[in-house]
């Protein structure tokens, strides 16, 4: 199970870091302000989402579960897994209700360069994006600490 093993962490790496390296490519083309350069993100972050994040986060999350019934972990009853699920769901849920949406919005917005209003849903976007991301990073703790 080397080879599964080795996917899954290959996969937590690229779907954990579109998150960050993202975050900050965005925070730096935002602060530009150069309508075309805004554009160019939004658009990206829309592109990078759609691979990375449903790509990555999809086979990390299939291969963490069958590294853990390989091994004999019960995943509800154990409670790093449990937890790990858990918050990897709920960020899911976040990502498709208001990451997403707000994404679509801010492509909108700046194909028209509404300006003020790109900005506040950038920031919107931002934050509730970086606690996802701390979110994520808490999953990759309970993996490696596997707390009882």
Request: a positive charge; glycine letters at 6%.
């Amino acid at each position: 199970m080397l080879w599964l093993k080795t996917l899954h962490v290959i996969c937590a790496v690229l779907w954990l870091g579109n998150f960050a390296v993202t975050g900050v490519w965005s925070i730096r083309a935002f602060a530009a302000r150069n309508d075309a350069l805004q554009a160019f993100a939004t658009r990206e972050i829309l592109f990078t989402d759609a691979i990375f994040t449903l790509t990555f986060g999809t086979a990390v999350t299939v291969s963490g579960i069958a590294l853990a019934l390989h091994g004999g972990v019960a995943l509800w009853s154990t409670f790093w897994t449990r937890t790990a699920l858990e918050t990897v769901i709920a960020s899911g849920i976040v990502w498709l209700a208001a990451l997403l949406p707000l994404e679509i919005r801010m492509r909108a917005l700046a194909a028209k360069r509404a300006g003020a209003t790109l900005r506040h849903t950038f920031v919107a976007w931002n934050i509730i994006g970086w606690a996802v991301t701390v979110a994520l990073f808490w999953v990759i703790y309970l993996m490696v600490a596997r707390p009882v």
